[in-house]
């Protein structure tokens, strides 16, 4: 069995990981949020990724794409979760 590995995005990934949580969020959304919101959604992923590509962390067995998630500054110097996909 491969161990799990934890590690921040490289440019490269952003494919893989678009395709994951482009899956997971229509997977959670669709059917509740507006057909426009709906169909915007692979370029809402994109800015999403493209402006916090640096603070993404990706999880791995081997070469398989686990997940990933990221952080963000949040009031009072507390950590927010941004983003948790799990594929």
């Known amino acids: 069995?491969?161990?799990i590995v934890l590690r921040r995005l490289r440019?490269?990934?952003?494919?893989t990981f678009h395709?994951?949580?482009?899956?997971?969020?229509?997977?959670?959304?669709?059917?509740?949020?507006?057909?426009d919101q709906i169909v915007a959604a692979?370029?809402?992923v994109s800015?999403?990724?493209a402006q916090r590509f640096d603070r993404f962390m990706a999880?791995?067995?081997?070469?398989?794409?686990?997940?990933y998630y990221s952080l963000g500054d949040a009031?009072?110097?507390q950590n927010y979760l941004w983003h948790l996909y799990v594929e």
């Not at 440019?11 to 494919?15: A, L, N, Q, S, V």
């Not at 395709?19 to 057909?35: H, V």
């Not at 999880?59 to 794409?65: E, K, S, V």
Request: hydrophobic residues 50%; negative net charge; without cysteine.
């Open 47 to 49: 800015r999403a990724m």
């Open 1 to 3: 069995a491969n161990a």
């Open 75 to 77: 009031p009072e110097d």
């Open 11 to 15: 440019p490269g990934d952003e494919g």
């Open 19 to 35: 395709t994951m949580a482009l899956a997971s969020w229509l997977d959670a959304y669709d059917g509740l949020l507006p057909a």
């Open 59 to 67: 999880a791995f067995a081997g070469d398989r794409a686990l997940g």
């Open 42 to 44: 692979p370029a809402m």
